[in-house]
Structures are given as structure tokens and as C-alpha cells.
């Protein structure tokens, strides 16, 4: 017995498109952030080496005379609603560094988009020696012993020549102390040494202590 076989074949009504998967237009949300993306770094700053550090030159990643473009490649800069000096309008930075977004606050050259001066109120950041925000000014006189301050919007402020242009705000306040606080640009020994570190600012205007 002769035995024939046939291949039968189906005709298929199939396109291209019904075997490809279609390509899905992405939503208008998506687009922004890859451009977001590419244009600014993360939320938040990394936590690297150096990071939690303050400097002269700085705090962590905001250094003194960085532009905000490359500040902006580490971390986004955001705006801020608060003002360097009475009377202007808010002209405020400000970025988040590591896991728990320790806040830095910027201002900025507008003339170069550079930064001017740095702020924080987080004790995230410390100087060399751990001294930083919730720190006494017992801490920070072990480390620096020539101290020199005046009076700030909030209370006592000192600083040391051997750490220019970096300004301790403290709890300390005027009525408080001998004399009214009269005397600190000559010298802060009347800063009690059990007054904490509310603030850390950084910036080129270097504030002396007479001699």
C-alpha cells in the first residue's frame, strides 16, 4: 500500500504586529523624570568620604566656589523660602546628604552660580575633631582654644582664627552671661563652656579676633 503524505498548511492572517509585543508609549511622567534624570542627580547626596565633614572649604558636598550645575550632578538643589539678609527676597538652596537626608542650606553667588556659604543645624556633619551640632563649646575649646564671637539673631556666636571662615551659633545668649556678653569680639571665654552648638556655617567672609 502506497502511503502519500501532504504537509497542510494553514494560511495565517497574522501580521508583524500581532507577533511582536507593541511598543507602549511611556506616560508623560516618565519622559520628565529620565530628563530629571539626566540633568540632575538624585534626591538625595550620597553619603561618600567627606561627606559628613566641615571644613573651611565646606560642608560635605557643598563646597565653597562649586557651582550649583556640578552641585546639581551629585544631588538636586532645591530652592529654599529663606533669605540670607532682611528685606531680600528668599534666595535660598538647599540639598539632602546620606540615609537620614541631613539638610544643608546654600546661598549663592547669583553673578557665578557659585556657592557662597553653607549652613546646617543637622549633627550629621562634624569637623575633623567631632565637633558639630549638639556639641558643647567645651568640645570645641578642647580642639581650639583661642575662641572670639558676638551676638547673632539667635544667641551667642564664636568662631576660632585657627578654623576660618567656619561660625558656631550656640545656645548661649547675652542676659545669661557677664555683662551682658559685652566683650566676645575681644575673646568668648565668657561663653560657658556648657552651652551647645545649635548651627555650623561655612563661608569666605572670615570674621578675626583682635588682638
Known amino acids: 500500500m502506497l502511503l502519500t503524505a501532504c504537509d497542510k498548511q494553514v494560511p495565517s ?25 539626566i540633568n540632575h542627580g538624585p534626591p538625595v547626596c550620597r553619603r ?3 561627606s559628613t ?28 523660602a529663606l533669605r540670607q539678609d532682611e528685606g531680600q527676597p528668599a534666595n535660598g ?9 541631613a539638610p544643608i ?18 549633627p550629621f556633619f562634624r569637623t575633623t575633631t567631632g565637633v558639630g551640632v549638639g556639641s558643647t563649646v567645651a568640645d570645641l575649646r578642647a580642639n581650639r582654644p583661642q575662641m572670639c564671637g558676638d551676638i547673632g539673631p539667635t544667641g551667642i556666636e ?15 545668649y547675652p542676659p545669661k552671661m557677664p ?5 566676645l ?7 560657658p563652656d556648657t552651652a551647645q552648638i545649635t548651627f555650623v556655617a561655612v563661608s569666605k567672609a572670615v570674621r578675626g579676633c583682635p588682638g
Request: charged share 20%.
Open 48 to 50: 561618600r568620604p567627606g
Open 179 to 183: 555683662k551682658g556678653g559685652s566683650g
Open 158 to 172: 564664636v568662631w576660632t582664627t585657627s578654623f576660618p571662615g567656619v561660625v558656631f551659633g550656640t545656645t548661649a
Open 93 to 101: 538652596k538647599a540639598i539632602s546628604v546620606g540615609e537620614g537626608s
Open 185 to 191: 569680639k575681644r575673646g568668648a571665654g565668657a561663653v
Open 105 to 122: 542650606l546654600l546661598f549663592v553667588d547669583d553673578a557665578k552660580k557659585t556657592i557662597r556659604s553653607a549652613t546646617t543645624t543637622d
Open 53 to 80: 565633614l566641615v571644613t573651611s572649604k565646606g560642608i560635605g558636598p557643598a563646597q565653597l566656589g562649586l557651582s550649583t550645575d556640578s552641585l546639581n550632578r551629585l544631588c538636586s538643589v532645591r530652592d529654599s
Open 13 to 37: 492572517n497574522a501580521s508583524s504586529g500581532d507577533t511582536l509585543a507593541a511598543e507602549i508609549p511611556q506616560p508623560p511622567e516618565s519622559v520628565a523624570a529620565r530628563e530629571e534624570a
